[in-house]
């Protein structure tokens, strides 16, 4: 569903964040993938919410009805000075009791979740052979950050004449041209392979959780996912799973092809995604 934008045309409203992180390497060119304060997985998930003020209204509404509740008094995440719940939602920060009443809020919400998925462990490998064959080669992680956003924009989704989308802010130096180009790249890539032009992005913006609703609904979608891939945690997973649209696993192997998309259709669990791999890995 896309809500009215300017002059009566659709629009579509992206919330895009990310999960895990995208460290291979020690200071000493070590490959620390899996190992404690290093993420085995990286992903980057775009929430598409149909009333976007609305559902940040209620959200706003369920922490300030939390806060006035003698139960939560003492907790140390509720406490303003923390910084954290008091503040603004965040699945990891949040404590269950806090965690079901948003996830029991977004379920009733109109959205769809979409992510790609990398496994560092196939792509620390994949750097280290490119620095074999040219050793002037350097990883940057914000170009793999790049990368994502070019995959999760290059697919055929919703269409609509606007898109708005807001992006984590990530760091203090504004990413937003970079973020553009990615985006135009992926528009290019999407033309190419369905044979017409992906509709043109007007509105490109970046924030913070505190200050944009929508951010803190994404973070618990890619919340739930990440408990999957790096806990095997299936329950958080199946919560959302009537609003996922789909997730792209860029280095699973299946069938003896990488790649491999989950949808109603396949949906991603831990039978799917404990199923024999091919050759190669």
Known sequence: MTTGGRD????????????????????KGQVIVGEPGCSRYFMLGK???DKPEALGAQLTALREELLADPYFRAVPSMQPEQRKTALTFHAKDDIPEVRREVYRLLLKAGVRFYAVVRDKAHLAVYVQQQNDRDPRYRYRENEQYDFLVRELFGKLHHMADEVRICFAKRGNKSRNAALRAALEQAAATFAQSFGFNH?????????????????????????????FYERREERFLDLIWPQVAEIHDLDRLEDGRRGVFYTKQKPLNLAAFEKKEGPGI
């Open 8 to 27: 009566g045309g659709s629009t579509i409203h992206y919330f895009v964040d990310e999960a895990g992180d995208p460290t291979l390497f020690n200071r």
């Open 199 to 227: 509709p043109a992005t007007n509105e490109v913006v970046s924030s913070t959780p505190p200050h944009c609703p929508g951010l803190q609904a994404a973070d618990y979608y890619l919340w739930a996912l990440q408990r």
């Open 47 to 49: 929430l598409e919410i």
